[in-house]
DNA sequence: TTACTCCTTGAAGTGCACTTCAAGTCAATA
DNA sequence: TATTGACTTGAAGTGCACTTCAAGGAGTAA
């Protein structure tokens, strides 16, 4: 699968897949013999976990440390465990906090709702 | 009460709330004789809004659109009200991403769990 | 009165995550 | 054969949201 199709495919620029690659948020794609890259299955789950993650806001700091993990081989397994879990814990806050300010905003939205009544009312 | 003290109390720079004042995104504070800042029940409501806010992951811009609105009256009531229900929205698409990460996550960990039992069967 | 602390503003600097640009290679088509 | 279009890399540029800096003013303690 060539760099365009990967970028259609997941909806991300073709810039950023490079930049992805070369700052070690995903492994080093595989090449033809002219360099030019062409995603194999192993790649494009890769591009799918890092665009899925950076979209949830997980930074590309601790995404390019789970690869680097991973390129290290079965010895960071546990290690790799636990980077998940922390963020896993994270993402969770993050939900609560989402929960929270989606709350208010309904009560600032429920209250704009009889202003609204009374603006209308005035204006007849 | 100071910037100091508002500051302490929300857990943010004063740097940052001169900085939200200076471009729009609370209203102006209210200040002594001299000059200097002293935040009133009122002010203190747009701070803890704004962070509050801000810590979702709304913008700066819309959320200056929203002060804006509010300083031009009651006639952008209505408007007010679509804009907060826009956000609310969009917050709510977020939950759900961030619930599918957090899925997603939980999965990976459970491949992880029965791989870090073999990794220390191994080590035996 | 000097020193200290906290406040003020305006301007410049920073960090993150891309995005754009420049220069070049390669395969296919007019 | 020339040119078009997609690819390559490295480097520079961009946008957002602050953060830090520089210069100065006001109030209090020694």
Redesign the interface.
Known sequence: MTIAEVSELYNVSSATLRYYERIGLIPPVTRKENGIRDFQQEDLNWVEFAI??R???ISIEILIEYVTLFKMG?DT??T??AL??E??ES??K??E??????D???Q??EG??T??LK?EERLK
């Not at 906090?97 to 989606?102: G, K, V």
Request: charged content about 35%.
């Open positions: 899925k993650m979209d949830a806001g079965k397994i546990p790799r465990k998940l879990i963020q896993r993402l969770a993050k939900m906090i989402l929960q929270n300010t989606i208010r905003l309904d600032k939205i704009y709702e202003r609204v603006y």
